[in-house]
């Protein structure tokens, strides 16, 4: 059992050969591939070049020590590292809720303030919803 939650994680890349570059990195860490990873990342391309890997799991343990968990994350730390080391800009969006009502965490970030933040706002955000059962 445990405490679940649901969470979404987004990362932009200015370009498809940016994405590659980043994504050939990423399936080489450890955690990565000892829990596939790279499959559980959606990829969708816009019309303007840009490219989004989205990260949707719904009922998770979200704990820091899983090392499911950490190979989720190190995707953050490689765009910090790319952009550090080889200029690339990018988004990044990470929302999770918890069962709880007040257990809700919504981030964006980009370095520079690069438009590409614009595309996380466009297409992630939180809708809170009644439901009645009766």
């Known amino acids: 059992m ?9 990362a932009v890349f200015a370009n498809a050969e940016q994405h590659d570059e980043v994504m050939a990195v990423y399936r080489m860490d450890a955690n990565v591939q000892k829990h596939d990873l790279e499959r559980a990342w959606r ?10 890997r989205i990260y ?12 499911d968990v950490q190979g989720l994350e190190y995707m953050s730390e490689l765009l910090d590292t790319f952009h550090e080391n080889r200029g690339f800009n990018y988004a990044w969006g990470n929302v999770r809720i918890g069962k709880e009502m007040d257990d809700l965490s919504y981030d964006t970030f980009s370095p ?5 933040i614009k595309i996380v706002y466009d297409v992630l955000s939180i809708e809170r919803t009644i439901r009645l059962g009766v």
């Open 2 to 10: 445990g405490y679940r939650s649901d969470v979404v994680l987004m």
């Open 43 to 52: 990829r969708v391309d816009m019309d303007g070049g840009e490219v989004i």
């Open 56 to 67: 949707e799991g719904n009922d998770v343990k979200w704990y820091e020590p899983y090392t």
């Open 112 to 116: 520079d303030g690069n438009d590409l």
